[in-house]
């Protein structure tokens, strides 16, 4: 299976607030990333945190770390229609560069 | 300041030819790696250079293989291409190798 795990879908009605979910196994990871992608481009770098840290927050955005359960989360407040896009969560492990994702989260925001 | 700059944006091949797609990263930014995207497999990482130097390599086979320049930008090359090279293939840079990772707008190519 994955080592990084996310549901695929989420709708929610515009200035709602948007909560996805990851999971990761690697307990060496050390840093937890939030990108975004919008049709027909790249990744687009929203935030990210330290695996010491419990939460970090950015105008909109809320991310929570569960380090003793691996659950990451990303809240974005008052979600907009410009909010519409895929979302990935990614880390990285111990001394190794590389990013790890998982599958993404289409994210929907209705009008 | 301008992003990373990918090019081409879009890249239609056929079956055993080759490939190469150039990367250049963010003025200033010294580590460069690649990945691939494809929907069955997701984001899959082929490689990372910094300083000229491979530092790292992902689980694809020896016709994917890159190169980093001295002005860090970097190109990777696909020869003898199969129709399951078909991908958005995506290059970030790093200020440094411990740094966040910002990626460019990709290069899709097609194999035919």
């Known amino acids: 299976g994955e080592d990084v795990e996310q549901s695929l879908f989420l709708s929610v009605r515009e200035g709602d607030s948007s909560v996805i979910n990851c999971t990761y196994t690697?307990?060496?990871?050390?840093?937890l990333y939030w990108y975004k992608q919008e049709p027909g481009a790249g990744l687009q770098l929203l935030t990210y945190i330290f695996s010491n840290m419990d939460m970090k927050q950015d105008q909109r955005l809320t991310v929570l770390l569960n380090k003793k359960d691996k659950h990451l989360s990303l809240r974005i407040a008052d979600t907009q229609t410009g909010d519409s896009a895929i979302y990935f969560c990614?880390?990285?492990?111990?001394?190794?560069?590389?990013?790890?994702f998982g599958s993404g989260t289409q994210l929907t925001v209705l009008p | 300041k301008a992003g990373v700059t990918q090019t081409p944006r879009y890249l239609i091949k056929t079956r055993g030819q080759q490939v190469t797609l150039s990367c250049s990263p963010i003025?200033?930014?010294?580590?460069v790696s690649w990945y691939q995207q494809t929907p069955g497999q997701g984001l899959q990482f082929l490689f990372e250079?910094?300083?000229?130097?491979?530092?790292n390599k992902g689980n694809f086979p020896g016709r994917f293989s890159g190169r980093q320049f001295s002005n860090s930008r970097s190109e990777m090359n696909v020869s003898t291409l199969e129709l399951g090279d078909s991908a958005l293939y995506l290059c970030a840079s790093s200020l440094e190798i411990d740094q966040p990772q910002h990626f460019g707008d990709g290069t899709r190519l097609s194999i035919l």
């Open positions: 690697d307990s060496s990871s050390t840093y």
């Open positions: 250079y910094f300083s000229e130097t491979q530092r």
């Open positions: 003025s200033g930014h010294r580590s």
């Open positions: 990614a880390e990285t492990r111990g001394s190794a560069r590389q990013l790890t």
